[in-house]
Structures are given as structure tokens and as C-alpha cells.
């Protein structure tokens, strides 16, 4: 279950749902101009919140159908800014901070374990040992590691495709996911190949490209879960619970798998 402290607020004083989709349709045209202003985005994202929000939890639209009335939604500042509005917690730096305090101890526990993805997690744990930037590796390493651990399969959650690819090709019945887009180089196949860029997919639609790496992917997609009122996936829900309650730290009632390993964690130094 989310932690949602502002899940349908109510509107500011002195607005009605008719003002707000004024300035609702202020907004888009605004994210239509060339050079749109963030100040203007800001201020108007803040003020349609509680409207954005009905929208979204009543009638449960598509993302292709939010991502074409709501765009400013899907910029990388509004995601975070949606997540605090919503949670009155810091998506990134929350993320990230225990990203880099848990990641060494994750690689620890990852060495440590056997059971039946042994051979998935040697293959991410070789691949570390060969990077160049070991600490951004670690940390791609800590979040592909983390639904083996948790006995889960990620299946369409992270995919790869070639530069030289359709990337539409990879993105057909994805759900939710991250796409990450290699350097089609014969050199890169037996090491750690030269990522392009990624991309946030839901609902088989792109919702974020060029994001600058793994984690920033996975804590933006899980803004994306909370700004559009959507479930974790039933085949990661421990994965996505692990996110929320151990490294955002958005409720601390744990199921048993996921304070399992919150405890083993703490053995590590």
C-alpha cells in the first residue's frame, strides 16, 4: 500500500473546478510554446493540483490521454514536484541518498546469496567488476539485483534494445518499464556496453527520454506510480515496496521479505 498524505485535496481557497480548467488550459498552451516558462509551469502546476488530481483518481484515465492533457506532468521537475505535493516527501534526494548509503552493503548481501537466480546475480555482479565507473555501476547493480533478491522476476520491467533498433519494436506490451538504449558496437558485447540514453515507458508510451541513468530512471518511474495513481506490478510488488518503505521511507510497516531485508542490511558494515 502507498503512503499518500494529499491522495484528493481539496481546491485552494477561492477557486472552483471551472477556474482551475482555465488555468489547466492556460498550462497547455503554455507547454506549446518553443521556449514554455518554467516559472509559468510551476505556478500553475501548483494551483491545479487537486483538479489534476480528481482527474486522475476518478476517472482513471489513460497515459497517453493524461500525457496529452496534462504534459507539463511528465517534464523530470514536475514528476518530483507531483511526488512532494503528494507525499511531502523529496523524490530524488531522498532516493539517491540511500541509494549511496545501501548500495555497497546490497553488493555484500548479493555476493553472499545463492538460490535460484544465483546465475542472473553472477552475471550483474561480473559485469560490475569490469566497470570503469565503478560507483555508478554499483548502483545500476544494487537496483537490477534487488528483484532477484526479492524472488521476483523483472521480465519487461528492464529492457535493452540497440541504437540501431526501433525502439517501438521492444516498447509492444510494456506495461511499465525502463528502456535502456546501448551502442550498437561489436567491441562493447562481452563488457559493459556504452548506454545511449534511457527511457521511461508506460502503457507502451515513452513518458521520459534521455534520462541520465538507471537510478534517476527507477526514482522518476516511481514518481510516475504515485503522480498517476497507479499499482505496483503484482510480479514486483516486494521490489516496489522496498523502494517506498526502505529507501524513501514512506510508511515503516514492512512485509516480512522486505524487513527480512532491511534486517540483513543492518549486519552489514
Known amino acids: 500500500m502507498r503512503c499518500e498524505i494529499n491522495f484528493l485535496p481539496d481546491n485552494p481557497v477561492g477557486e472552483t473546478d471551472y477556474s482551475l480548467q482555465k488555468e489547466k488550459d492556460a498550462l497547455q498552451e503554455e507547454m506549446k510554446k518553443k521556449h514554455f516558462s518554467m516559472a509559468v509551469v510551476d505556478s500553475r502546476m501548483d494551483l491545479t493540483f487537486s483538479l489534476r488530481r480528481k482527474e486522475i483518481v476518478d476517472e482513471e ?25 503528494i507525499t511531502q516527501n523529496h523524490l530524488k534526494s531522498t532516493f539517491l541518498s540511500s541509494l549511496d548509503e545501501y548500495a555497497s552493503k546490497m553488493m555484500m548481501l548479493y555476493r553472499s546469496r545463492g538460490g535460484a537466480y544465483v546465475d542472473e546475480m553472477k552475471t550483474l555482479l561480473d559485469q560490475l567488476d569490469q566497470a570503469s565507473d565503478v560507483l555508478a555501476q554499483r548502483k545500476a547493480t544494487a537496483l537490477k539485483g534487488l528483484p532477484l533478491l526479492m524472488r521476483e522476476k523483472s521480465g519487461n520491467f528492464l529492457k535493452s534494445c540497440l541504437d540501431t533498433d526501433p525502439e517501438n519494436t521492444y516498447t509492444k506490451g510494456m506495461k511499465m518499464g525502463i528502456l535502456t538504449v546501448i551502442e550498437d558496437d561489436v567491441a562493447t558485447i562481452h563488457s559493459n556496453p556504452n548506454v545511449r540514453c534511457l527511457s521511461v515507458v508506460l502503457e507502451e508510451q515513452f513518458v521520459l527520454d534521455n534520462v541520465q541513468n538507471l537510478h534517476t530512471a527507477v526514482a522518476l518511474l516511481f514518481g510516475l506510480i504515485y503522480a498517476l495513481n497507479i499499482s505496483y506490478p503484482k510480479e514486483l510488488k516486494y521490489t516496489f515496496e522496498t523502494i517506498q518503505k526502505v529507501f524513501i521511507g514512506l510508511d515503516p510497516q514492512c512485509s516480512a521479505r522486505v524487513q527480512s531485508f532491511k534486517n540483513k542490511l543492518l549486519k552489514f558494515k
Open 61 to 85: 484515465p489513460l497515459v497517453a490521454d493524461v500525457l496529452k492533457h496534462w504534459p507539463a506532468l511528465f517534464l523530470e521537475g514536475q514528476v518530483c514536484a507531483e511526488f512532494y505535493r
